[in-house]
T-cell receptor, first 114, second 112 residues
Framework: DTGVSQDPRHKITKRGQNVTFRCDPISEHNRLYWYRQTLGQGPEFLTYFQNEAQLEKSRLLSDRFSAERPKGSFSTLEIQRTEQGDSAMYLC????????????FGPGTRLTVL | AQSVTQPDIHITVSEGASLELRCNYSYGATPYLFWYVQSPGQGLQLLLKYFSGDTLVQGIKGFEAEFKRSQSSFNLRKPSVHWSDAAEYFCAASGGSYIPTFGRGTSLIVHP
């Protein structure tokens, strides 16, 4: 068990470009979550999956954002036509799908949009 | 609306001193409550959680928290702070879903 991993750790892109982040959860965890964290704020929920099904999306997740978890294992978060306001830390977490079970967080991907 | 408030943006303590970080929540019913710690370049790590039962919860690294329903609070405490405790601390709450609402965090600074 190597924990939750995220790739890349840092991404710098120009406004208007598309970016994709990857999250590998802990192997036996069936739930996977994406959060966004901006400076001086706590993580804000974006979306979560149970296995391969995307069960909930926050209103923060605009049409430019899409997430997938094709085989119920790793997940990708894509941002199309990036804007400067997308600059943030994107966190992934996973858990076993029982009420209140601890979410294990990855180190995050820091996105900077120039 | 559900919310979690951490009123202190920064807390400065001397090494060896006691610590209390404040957290208040606003939920329709008693939520599940959590404290996480985040060190620079690291993901969030769970310190402790409260679901029900004993209102004083013990966590890792010598931390504890007390749930007070009458005050809608879940304050984090440590009797003696170590320099390695310097980090960002987040309080979070969740209801019937599995999705926590986080406070904005409290930055702990430890002076030698």
């Amino acid at each position: 068990d190597t924990g939750v991993s995220q790739d890349p750790r840092h991404k710098i892109t120009k406004r208007g470009q598309n970016v994709t982040f990857r999250c590998d959860p802990i192997s036996e965890h069936n739930r996977l979550y994406w959060y966004r964290q901006t400076l001086g704020q706590g993580p804000e929920f974006l979306t979560y999956f149970q296995n391969e099904a995307q069960l909930e999306k926050s209103r923060l997740l605009s049409d430019r954002f899409s997430a997938e978890r094709p085989k119920g294992s790793f997940s990708t978060l894509e941002i199309q036509r990036t804007e400067q306001g997308d600059s943030a830390m994107y966190l992934c977490a996973s858990s076993l799908g029982q009420t209140g079970n601890e979410q294990f967080f990855g180190p995050g991907t820091r996105l900077t949009v120039l | 609306a559900q919310s979690v408030t951490q009123p202190d943006i920064h807390i400065t303590v001397s090494e060896g001193a006691s610590l209390e970080l404040r957290c208040n929540y606003s939920y329709g019913a008693t939520p599940y409550l959590f404290w996480y710690v985040q060190s620079p370049g690291q993901g969030l790590q769970l310190l402790l959680k409260y679901f029900s039962g004993d209102t004083l919860v013990q966590g890792i690294k010598g931390f504890e928290a007390e749930f007070k329903r009458s005050q809608s609070s879940f304050n984090l405490r440590k009797p003696s702070v170590h320099w390695s405790d310097a980090a960002e601390y987040f309080c979070a709450a969740s209801g019937g879903s599995y999705i926590p609402t986080f406070g904005r965090g409290t930055s702990l600074i430890v002076h030698p």
